[in-house]
């Protein structure tokens, strides 16, 4: 019979998870040793929680599927509730394990350490940022818990908490088994995708509007055949930026609103009817907007419910909502150019001496993947994400919605362990005082990505809001000089002619990390964050 902790291990395999990332504490030593010792999952350790819960969740982004952290009690899981509610917020199932006291600890009438008010307020903080929770404290019910946990976080796309108290990892217990899936109603999804269908047949001017619930769930090229088979052009949101990279044909570009190109925004605002797949409706995908979208010809699918007018249909998973689209779709239409408004994106950069500015940046990037083919790419929150908007459509994970600093660099080296693949990341000078540094545990594990640093020496989208405040300006930290002591090579950059050369010099560079810090003046920005800046402003002074 398996031990507690080797059921969990083996369960989190069946349910897809394909690697860990932790921090270990004495309340998680023990499951730490089986985690090493069983090579069940391979583990990568970071440096500081917050990077794990990034990491993890990035992982899960590029999967499609589940991303593994395993952290000690209380100071390390506290250190993990930002990178879980962004996750939350996100829609990135991350399956956060957390250490505790065994029950002989719990009774012994001491305060233990790393607990904060009570032994159970660990359990009551992470509850708020997960959509199911098991404690494992009773081997006999634990297989069960553990099984409905993991499908609830594939289900539902969405975090979860395992609590594993440290004096039940080696208790004999059932394999975790896996569970049916839930399945839709049929005749309520067939009703659901007659109504949607015929909906865009009739209308004049209909669209697709995708974000990250369509990656959530590994549909994207569904997506794609859907669109083909209705004639249908696809447009991203900001937050679903980076979708449907293999299908250039039907994805028109990003819509941005007033940061955007006027034939994004018309496509969407002027449809009679909009089918959004996965979407969510927030702030950053459509503040801007000068139309709110009109919900007698929206379609909303997410979170397995999709609103239609004012109607919803409950249980609708995303896999079966659009497979019953395509069976109805038809034969396909031919409609020549379907990415009616494609975008033209930044090329051609001079390698001249004229000092960088940050679109010249998505040009160099442009360039390079021309040359030597796309990379996976995360941004951080800051210009580098609105820069990464004239990038062309490239596989991304960056936190659009929830919109919090550090992600980039762990995402990054989450990626590159769960894909083997080598990713190009995007960050901001403040950002990266924040988790740049877990770029030192590349080393170990032999990762190599290339970091693209925005150093303007300033927190510059605050600065793009309100100019007049002197907080927004960050001290010159040299960051390039630091990579090589940390294990990896570092160079700065401040002409184009040195941006050009270092991005390929790294793509060359293999076995280590490269950093291309590249010196930007203060007080400018993308184009594309000058414009959402303006849009913005003009959207608060009309509300106003
Ligand atoms: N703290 C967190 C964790 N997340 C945030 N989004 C903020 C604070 C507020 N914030 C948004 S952007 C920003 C700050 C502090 C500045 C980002 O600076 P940097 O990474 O250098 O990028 P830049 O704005 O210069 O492009």
Redesign the pocket.
Same mark, same amino acid.
């Given at each position: 019979m398996p031990t507690l902790a080797s059921a969990l291990l083996q369960g989190l395999k069946d349910h897809g998870a394909r690697e860990i990332f932790g921090i270990p504490g004495d309340f998680v030593l023990p499951l730490y040793k089986v985690i090493e010792e069983s090579n069940i999952l391979p583990h990568y350790e970071l440096s500081h929680e917050p990077g794990v819960g990034f990491a993890a969740d990035a992982a899960a982004r590029y999967h499609a599927g589940l991303g593994v952290a395993v952290v000690t009690y209380g100071a390390g899981a506290f250190n993990t509730v930002?990178a879980i509610a962004g996750a939350y917020a996100e829609r990135s199932p991350v399956v956060l394990i957390a250490g505790a006291p065994g029950a002989r600890e719990r009774s012994s009438g001491f305060m233990l350490h790393h607990q904060a008010r009570t032994v159970d307020t660990q359990f009551a903080v992470l509850k708020e940022v997960t959509c199911d929770q098991a404690v494992l404290n009773d081997a006999a019910t634990a297989p069960a818990e553990i099984a409905r946990v993991l499908r609830s976080a594939r289900e539902r796309s969405l975090p979860v908490y395992i609590e594993f108290p440290r004096d039940m990892v080696a208790a004999p217990c059932e394999e975790v088994p896996v569970l049916p899936r839930t399945e839709a109603d049929p005749d309520a999804l067939a009703e659901c995708a007659d109504e949607i269908v015929a909906r865009l047949k009739t209308a004049k001017s209909a669209a697709i509007i995708v974000d990250i619930e369509i990656r959530r769930y590994g549909v994207e090229e569904q997506v794609a055949q859907l669109a083909r088979k209705l004639g249908l052009p696809v447009v991203t949101t900001f937050m679903g930026r980076g979708l449907m990279e293999n299908a250039p044909d039907v994805v028109a570009g990003t819509y941005l609103s007033a940061a955007g190109d006027e034939s994004i925004n018309r496509l969407v605002e002027d449809a009679d009817a909009l089918l959004l797949l996965g979407v969510i409706l927030s702030d950053t995908n459509f503040a801007l907007s000068q139309r709110v979208l009109d919900p007698r010809h929206t379609m909303l699918a997410i979170d397995r419910e999709v609103r239609i007018g004012h109607h919803v249909y409950h249980e609708m998973p995303l896999e079966a909502l659009i497979g019953a689209l395509i069976a109805r779709a038809g034969t396909g239409r031919t409609r020549k150019a379907l990415a009616r408004g494609a975008m033209r994106y930044p090329r051609d950069l001079k390698a001249d001496d004229t000092a960088i500015m940050?679109s010249d940046i998505a040009a160099a990037i442009n360039d390079l993947f021309d040359k030597h083919g796309p990379m996976p790419m995360t941004a &951080?929150?800051? &210009?580098?994400?609105?820069t990464a908007m004239e990038i062309e459509n490239t596989a991304l994970a960056a936190?659009g919605y929830y919109?919090?600093?550090?992600f980039g660099v762990p995402a990054g080296i989450g990626v590159a362990a769960a894909t083997g693949r080598r990713p190009l990341i995007l960050?901001? &000078?403040?950002?990266?005082?924040?988790t740049g540094w877990e770029l030192g545990n590349c080393q170990r594990y032999g990762l190599d990505p290339i970091v693209v640093l925005?150093?303007?020496c300033?927190?510059?989208? #605050?600065?793009?809001f309100q100019p007049e405040s002197a907080f927004?300006n960050?001290s010159d930290w040299h960051f390039a000089d630091i990579a090589k002591s940390i294990g990896g090579h570092g160079e700065r950059v401040a002409t184009r002619r040195q941006l050009v050369e270092a991005l390929d010099a790294a793509v060359k560079r293999r076995g280590k990390f490269s950093l291309v810090e590249v010196m #930007?003046p203060r007080g400018v920005?993308s184009d594309t964050?000058a414009r959402f800046v303006s849009g913005f402003k003009a959207a608060r002074e009309k509300k106003a």
């Open positions: 930002n940050p &951080d929150i800051g &210009d580098c994400l609105f936190p919109a919090g600093m550090g960050v901001g &000078d403040g950002a990266f005082q924040m925005f150093n303007n300033s927190w510059e989208m #605050l600065r793009a927004n960050l #930007l920005t964050l």
